[in-house]
């Protein structure tokens, strides 16, 4: 049981021992064990008074009714400031790379700086909710999209602390803010084929073939620069890896990382049509395919002979998003192809969306570009792309009103005898 006591007048060690006193001022204490039994924790904790619902009594008395009800949190482990617990959790969770990337940048950029110096057990929903505000109003300009993918993993961070037992309830759950956009593609950020021609002809022609790997198979730019001659196959490409978000500081270990969405081993199969095989192999008569040697996840050397690692064999890094971004930029700028204020009209993501908008304009079912894509599901295909589904609106039109107003069909009288 909970006890309640003044030093000043139990404890010889106490400054103020001994205290004759009746109503001496002195602070009490609530001397109480953890969960455990006799062998568990002893722990202290000292209140202005004795009596109210904040004095030393009411503590004690829910103390004892907590650990009764099996309900009992140490307020010393609710005491760790969230800047210290999510650098404590993100170390624990096995995700991917890129995936880790995210979380520790928003971590460090945007949860440390508004929230970081709070305890768990000092967290409250209005935080959150200030919080997601700030960062879509405050000149941060998060997008909604991004924001509420970010709070799933805060959410999931303090569902931890409450699982063990830190905090009573997740202050995190339910705060999201409403999407203020679509996710569909704007036709005006896919460019023409004439326009992706002229970005190829621009490009610094070692990655003239990049160029059309997107716009002609769909790959995300780091499946792109992962490129390698063991993804060809007959008639078709298998996509197995993608270049990692620190490729080009040489770092073996996420020299290549696996698929987004995908564990390792995981690959998906693209087919390819015959100009994209021609563009292919004239990339191979100019430059032979780099060996470059990794380590997968599990620490075992593999090998891929990559078309886009540096001609200069010296240097073990890969070309990564970011810093193919500045040869994008280059040939867009080279080509003409720029807004009124002079910057690249596109990005290669656009490139994804011509091979997309493209496939589903020509009747490919979208079930199909969905998985050539590598989408998580094909929900994010028609939220992307389904308004690009050509003649669905005539289609629909005609079916419900032959389905509901039918043409009636005339048929034929016999002509009288004569």
């Known amino acids: 049981m909970a006890t309640v006591f003044q030093k000043c007048k139990d404890d010889p060690q106490n400054?103020?021992?001994?205290?004759?006193?009746?109503?001496?001022?002195?602070?009490?204490?609530?001397?109480?064990?953890?969960?455990?039994?006799?062998?568990?924790?002893?722990?202290?904790?000292?209140?202005d008074k004795k009596t109210g619902p904040d004095g030393a009594d009411a503590f004690a008395s829910k103390v004892e009714h907590d650990k009764g009800m099996g309900v009992y949190l140490d307020p010393q482990r609710g005491a760790i400031t969230l800047k210290a617990w999510a650098k404590e959790w993100l170390e624990r969770q096995i995700l991917a790379e890129r995936t880790i990337r995210n979380y520790e940048g928003f971590t460090k950029n945007h949860l440390v700086p508004h929230l970081g110096?709070?305890?768990?057990?000092?967290?409250?929903?209005?935080?959150?909710?200030?919080?997601?505000?700030?960062?879509?109003?405050?000149?941060?300009g998060m997008a909604a999209s991004t924001i509420n993918d970010r709070m799933k993993f805060v959410t999931a961070m303090l569902k931890a602390a409450v699982i063990e037992k830190r905090i009573a309830e997740n202050p995190a759950v339910g705060v999201k803010i409403s999407r203020t956009s679509s996710?569909?593609?704007?036709?005006?950020?896919?460019?023409t084929l004439e326009e992706v021609d002229l970005l190829a002809k621009h490009i610094s022609q070692q990655y003239r073939l990049t160029i059309y790997l997107q716009s002609g198979a769909g790959l995300r730019i780091s499946e792109t620069l992962a490129y390698a001659s063991e993804c060809r196959r007959p008639e078709f490409i298998r996509v197995r890896w993608q270049v990692g978000s620190r490729a080009n500081?040489?770092?073996?270990?996420?020299m290549f990382v696996?698929?987004?969405?995908?564990?390792?081993?995981?690959?998906?199969?693209?087919?390819?049509?015959?100009?994209?095989?021609?563009?292919?192999?004239?990339?191979?008569e100019e430059w032979d395919p780099i060996p470059v040697a990794f380590k997968d996840k599990?620490?075992?050397?593999?090998?891929?002979?990559?078309?886009?690692?540096?001609?200069?064999?010296?240097?073990?890094?890969?070309?990564?998003?970011?810093?193919?971004?500045?040869?994008?930029?280059?040939?867009?700028?080279?080509?003409?192809?720029v807004d009124a204020n002079g910057k690249p009209k596109y990005t290669p993501h656009g490139l994804r969306h011509f091979f997309a908008s493209t496939a589903l304009a020509n009747g490919i079912p979208i079930h199909e570009v969905s998985r050539w894509l590598g989408h998580k599901s094909i929900k994010t295909t028609v939220d992307i792309y389904g308004h690009l589904v050509p003649g669905a609106w005539d289609r629909c039109r005609e079916v419900m009103q032959n389905a509901m107003r039918p043409v009636p069909v005339d048929v034929p009288t016999e002509a009288p005898e004569a």
């Open 15 to 47: 400054k103020d021992y001994p205290c004759g006193r009746a109503r001496c001022g002195h602070k009490w204490t609530v001397r109480y064990r953890e969960p455990g039994g006799r062998t568990a924790r002893q722990r202290e904790k000292t209140f």
């Open 298 to 337: 599990a620490g075992k050397d593999k090998q891929l002979n990559a078309f886009f690692a540096p001609r200069n064999r010296n240097r073990v890094a890969m070309p990564t998003a970011s810093s193919y971004g500045h040869h994008f930029m280059k040939a867009c700028k080279a080509a003409g192809l």
């Open 183 to 191: 996710p569909a593609v704007d036709e005006d950020e896919i460019p």
């Open 258 to 284: 696996p698929l987004k969405h995908r564990t390792e081993g995981e690959y998906r199969d693209i087919p390819v049509a015959p100009f994209l095989e021609e563009e292919i192999d004239a990339h191979v």
């Open 249 to 254: 500081q040489g770092n073996s270990r996420t």
């Open 117 to 140: 110096r709070k305890t768990l057990a000092g967290l409250a929903k209005s935080d959150f909710e200030k919080f997601i505000a700030a960062l879509h109003q405050s000149g941060e």
